[in-house]
C-alpha cells in the first residue's frame, strides 16, 4: 500500500510539473533546454522581446526580467528569476504588493565582485594608476616617482554591506592581514573574518576607525546616500572609498569635496551616479580615482553558478520547497 501511494505521488508531482511554464529571457534564452533537464516535466521555453508578452501570459514563472507591462500582461505568475543581485529596478507597486516570489543572484557574483574591489583598492594602494601611464611612454622611473606603496597589513576595512559581496571582500581583506568592520542591518553572527558589526545608525561610530570603506551594500530608499557630506567628512586623512555595489548608495558630490581637499588617498569606483558617468564629470579628472564601467559582476566563472543556482530553484520549485536567494520585496533586498 506504501509503495502504491509513493508511485501516485510522483505520478501526480509529475502532471503539475507539466502544467507548469518557466519563460527564460535574455542571455539565458537560448539554453532553455538546458534548464528544462533540471526538473524533467516541465515546460521551459525561451522568449525573444517581441514575443515575451505573449509568452508570459500562461506563465507559472519567468527568469530575467520583470515590469509594470508584463504584470498586466501575466494571469497566473507565481515567481520571478532575476540575473542580478540588486533589485531595486523591479520595486514597482505592482509588483512588490503581489504574491509572487522574487529571487536573485547575490551570492552567485560575491566572489568576482570581490576580487574587483580589492584589485580597485590595490591599484591604489600598489601605485598602479601612478606606473601604469608610464608604460606608454617607456619610463623606468624607479627612485624618481612618488609612487604610492601602501601596505594593507593592520589597516582597518569598514565594509558596508555584509550580503553575498560583502562576506566575500571580508575574507580577502582579512587574508590580507586587514582587520575588518562591518555595517549591516541584520543580525549576523560574528565570524574570525569580522571583528565587530554595528547596524547602520552606528556607521559614523565605525567611520574614522576606516583605512578603507568598501561600499558593497544594495540600493534602498534606506541605504540611498548612505555615504554623504558628513560621513566623507569623518574618514582619517589618507583613506581610500571603493564602491562596487550601486552608485546611488553614495552622494558623488561628497565624495567630489572629500578627494579636492585631500582627505581621501583615493578612490575605486565600479558604478556612479550617474551611470554611465557623464564627460566632464569632476570624478574623471583625479589621478587617484580608479573608474571601471559597473564591470565587477562579470567572470569566467559567474555564468556557471548562475545556471547551478537557477537550476536548483527549478527542482524546489516543482517540489513546492522554499526557493533560494528569495528578495524580501518591502526591504527591497
Not at 515575451?52 to 507591462?69: R, V
Not at 594608476?129 to 608604460?135: D, F, G, S
Not at 559567474?302 to 516543482?318: D, P, W, Y
Amino acid at each position: 500500500m506504501r509503495r502504491l501511494l509513493i508511485i501516485a505521488l510522483v505520478v501526480v508531482s509529475a502532471a503539475a510539473a507539466q502544467n507548469r511554464k518557466i519563460v527564460v529571457t535574455g542571455q539565458f534564452a537560448p539554453m532553455a533546454t538546458e534548464l528544462q533537464t533540471a526538473a524533467p516535466g516541465l515546460t521551459v521555453v525561451g522568449a525573444t522581446e517581441k514575443d515575451l508578452a505573449q509568452q508570459i501570459a500562461d506563465a507559472d514563472a519567468i527568469f530575467g526580467t520583470i515590469t509594470p507591462e508584463l504584470m498586466r500582461a501575466q494571469k497566473k505568475l507565481k515567481w520571478v528569476q532575476i540575473y542580478s543581485a540588486g533589485a531595486e529596478n523591479y520595486m514597482f507597486p505592482e509588483f512588490v504588493n503581489s504574491p509572487i516570489v522574487l529571487t536573485n543572484c547575490k551570492i552567485v557574483q560575491g566572489p568576482n565582485i570581490a576580487d574587483h574591489a580589492m584589485a580597485l583598492l590595490l591599484t591604489l594602494t600598489r601605485g598602479m594608476y601612478q606606473a601604469i601611464p608610464l608604460k606608454s611612454r617607456e619610463e623606468w622611473l624607479r627612485g624618481k616617482y612618488p609612487f604610492t606603496t601602501i601596505e594593507l597589513t593592520d589597516k582597518t576595512a569598514v565594509i558596508i554591506g555584509l550580503g553575498g559581496i560583502g562576506t566575500q571582500i571580508a575574507q580577502r581583506a582579512r587574508a590580507f592581514g586587514m582587520r575588518v568592520l562591518a555595517v549591516d542591518p541584520k543580525d549576523i553572527p560574528i565570524t574570525t573574518m569580522v571583528e565587530r558589526i554595528v547596524t547602520p545608525d552606528r556607521l559614523n561610530d565605525v567611520l574614522p576607525q576606516a583605512d578603507v570603506v568598501f561600499m558593497s551594500a544594495p540600493h534602498t530608499k534606506e541605504t540611498e546616500g548612505m555615504m554623504g557630506m558628513a560621513q566623507f567628512g569623518m574618514m582619517k586623512k589618507g583613506s581610500y572609498f571603493i564602491a562596487v555595489s550601486r552608485g546611488k548608495t553614495y552622494d558623488s558630490n561628497a565624495l567630489v569635496k572629500a578627494l579636492d581637499e585631500k582627505r581621501l588617498a583615493g578612490a575605486g569606483l565600479d558604478v556612479t551616479n550617474p551611470e554611465p558617468l557623464p564627460k566632464g564629470h569632476p570624478l574623471w579628472k583625479f589621478e587617484n580615482v580608479i573608474i571601471t564601467p559597473h564591470i565587477a559582476g562579470g567572470s569566467d566563472l559567474v555564468q556557471g553558478r548562475r545556471m547551478a543556482l537557477f537550476k536548483e530553484n527549478l527542482r524546489r520549485f516543482v517540489a513546492g520547497k522554499t526557493l533560494l536567494n528569495v528578495v524580501d520585496k518591502q526591504k527591497g533586498y
